[in-house]
Nanobody
């Protein structure tokens, strides 16, 4: 069956960096667009970043532009999220997701498969 397994979360001070990884199995990884979402305490799940199948195009939520970078390695079936200049408001559970769709890329409903999430906590 399809599995997406996130790792790399943790506790970091404001201004610090973390790199999240999401290892995929059970699907032809290179045929899926990939995304990262997050859900903060008491908040709805929100879009963070998206990358196309080949990695040739990326898209970011406004608050993370210039700080976060999404990338993928199709040979390793892995997608990454490099997070720099972290802020307390970035505190959330971060989820990776796989989508077969080419539209509505910021909507959670466009994604077929989800990981279990990894916690990121940023202290001030």
């Amino acid at each position: 069956q399809v599995q997406l397994v996130e790792s790399g979360g943790g506790l970091v001070q404001a201004g610090g960096s973390l790199r999240l990884s999401c290892a995929a199995s059970g699907l032809t990884f290179s045929t899926y667009n990939m995304g990262w979402f997050r859900q903060g305490p008491g908040k709805e799940r929100e879009f963070v970043a998206h990358i196309t199948r080949s990695g040739g195009s990326t898209y970011y939520e406004d608050s993370v532009k210039g700080r976060f970078t999404i990338s993928r390695d199709n040979a390793k079936n892995t997608v990454y999220l490099q997070m720099n200049s972290l802020r307390p408001e970035d505190t959330a559970v971060y989820y990776c997701a796989a989508s077969s769709k080419n539209y509505d890329i910021t909507r959670a409903t466009s994604f077929n498969y989800w990981g279990q999430g990894t916690q990121v906590a940023v202290s001030s």
